[in-house]
């Protein structure tokens, strides 16, 4: 099946640094990509729409000059959280839609932050 | 706006029986998809389950099935015969095909199998 890769993992970082995560489509290419944010014991919340040559959707309450996408390519998207504070500490998924895949949308094995 | 409620945030089922872990969804769009996922403690997104909203039959996969009652409005996922495995987080999700691919999240269930 498709897979989608983050990078990395976890982070550790402190407070005030700016943290990248990237997400990949390994075998597909997608024009669009999903950024959600999973904090402890919630369910997934959509941050953003990664669109491949376009700016990125925020969806509303999502300040986009501290959550920066950048849709590089039709294979990589990248989420940069600026200044990190602690209440950013969160688990970040990406997901991408593999068209002709059926209806299937392909995640990303997520990304915890901790900021201290 | 769409919205996916999921009443139940934890249900405790004994190995080898069967649960159904509720789903209920609105939406005034024709043309939507249902989606149930399983995320274990690791953090990933497990695709276990689709139903369209055009679909005549209700989706099985495996041991996964989902009771979809369109007047309702539900989409009730039914694990049979559980397994210590089984044991995770599970949401509902909906795709409105008028929003691209977007997916909204239901609240969870968190599933614990009894040995």
Same mark, same amino acid.
Request: net charge neutral.
């Given at each position: ?7 990395? !993992? ?11 995560? @990237? ?6 290419? %997608? ?11 919630? !369910? ?18 999502? @300040? ?19 200044? %990190?504070?602690? @209440? ?29 | 706006? $769409? ?9 405790? *089922? $004994? #190995?080898? #029986?069967? *649960? ?9 769009? &024709?043309?939507?998809? /249902? ?8 953090? #990933? ?5 689709? $139903? ?8 099985? #996969?495996? =041991?996964?099935? /989902?009771?979809? $009652? ?7 996922? *039914?694990?049979?015969?559980?397994? /210590? ?9 909906? =795709? ?16 614990? *199998?009894? &040995?």
């Amino acid at each position: 099946g498709a897979v989608v890769s983050q990078h990395p !993992s976890w982070v550790i970082c402190k407070s005030g640094t700016s943290v990248k995560i @990237e997400c990949r489509s390994l075998d597909f290419q %997608a024009t669009t990509m999903f950024w959600y944010r999973q904090f402890p014991k919630q !369910s997934l919340m959509l941050m953003a729409t990664s669109n491949e040559g376009s700016k990125a959707t925020y969806e509303q309450g999502v @300040e986009k000059d501290k959550f920066l996408i950048n849709h590089a390519s039709l294979t990589l998207s990248t989420l940069t959280v600026t200044s %990190a504070h602690p @209440e950013d500490s969160s688990f970040y998924i990406c997901s991408a839609p593999r068209l002709g895949a059926g209806n299937e949308q392909f995640f990303g094995p997520g990304t915890r932050l901790t900021v201290l | 706006a $769409q919205k996916i409620t999921q009443t139940q945030p934890g249900m405790f *089922v $004994q #190995e080898k #029986e069967a *649960v159904t872990l509720d789903c209920t969804y609105d939406t005034s769009d &024709p043309s939507y998809g /249902l989606f149930w996922y399983k995320q274990p403690s690791s953090g #990933e997104m497990i695709f276990l389950i689709y $139903q369209g909203s055009y679909d005549q039959q209700n989706a099985t #996969e495996g =041991r996964y099935s /989902l009771n979809f $009652q369109k007047a309702r409005k539900s989409a009730n996922l *039914v694990i049979s015969a559980s397994q /210590l495995g089984d044991s995770a987080m599970y949401f509902c999700a909906m =795709r409105d095909h008028n929003a691209g691919n977007m997916l909204t999240f239901g609240g969870g269930t968190r599933l614990m *199998v009894k &040995p």
